[in-house]
């Protein structure tokens, strides 16, 4: 609503309340930026200097913790193309002091002024008063909701603290809270190493990295990077796979089992591994391929007793072999070693 003439002298008369606690972003650039790297949404307020229920807003709704709580994970825009609430001189942290927006300590005055007229040209200039008025933004600015008390006929009243808390809340359930810094650094060091791992042609601990940023469940540039990536990982593992199915078609199937298993290895937590591991399971349970793994596994059963130095364990392996799997190959090698051992007596 617009202002009376004595409440308007007294709050422009008055110190500025200012927002601190609450991190004004002094572009539009840097606040998606943040979007787009934290996943934050972005949270813009449009105010004038002229008016008390625009004054309200610094004065009453942003001195509320709890809001200046929940708008920490939000990246925050001011819009005020009015500079009557005047700057403060602050410290920084080389030791230098600089002038910043009394209402908003984080910028300049200068940075809500080109905010408004990048962002709120139509809110200004007619009476009554379009603002105050909260917008929430996503990644790609496009509007998620538009927080007000009032009309544009009769004018506009500030928000509640309690109204925007309980909004920006109900928003935040929906969309998810953005990553905290410790899974933003953790993220950006996962990313690191999937690069490092890719460089040196480590695919399952590129694959190791890369799922543990998918897994963070943000829409962040890195874990859309991570997905991108992901995506040409299962191409090359699909090829793969291609090749060791048609090994079993050519019925060569030892090789495809080791061509499955490759694959299973080199891209581990895919879903081109799930389906070698379901393909490499159904080879198994063809009887034929039963039998010439069973032939495999008493052929190197016998080898093995032969490297421990124990002949007469190794023939009844190698016997067992032949007796119960001749036509195999395993057989055949296995008649191969018989006759390589020496006799033993009786024989």
Known sequence: MRATAAALALLLGSAAAGTKGIEFLATSEAAVEVARSRGKLIFLTVMVDHDAENRAVVE???????LKKTLEDFACLLANPESDHGSVRIRLDNGK???RCADAPTIECGHHQRL???????????KPVKTPVHFVLD?????????????????MNHTSSSELVKRLETLLKKRGRPLSEADYKRMVGLLQDAKAARARDLTASELEALLAVVALGRDVDGVREARARLKEIEGAAGAELEKAKALVEAKRWEEALDAFLAVRERFPGTLTAGAAQQAENELRA???VKRILQARDLYLAGKAFLEKGR??????KFEECVRRY?????????????EALPATEGR
């Open 60 to 66: 009453d709704s942003f001195q509320d913790p709890k």
């Open 97 to 99: 002091t600089a002038a």
């Open 116 to 126: 408004a007229q990048a962002y709120a040209r139509g809110f200004y200039g007619d």
């Open 139 to 155: 990644r790609d600015e496009h509007v998620l909701d538009t927080i007000f008390t009032g009309d544009f006929e009769t004018g």
């Open 286 to 288: 063809r009887p034929e």
């Open 311 to 316: 002949p007469e364990p190794a023939r009844r």
């Open 326 to 338: 001749e036509g195999t190959k395993y057989a055949a090698l296995a008649e191969q070693e018989l």
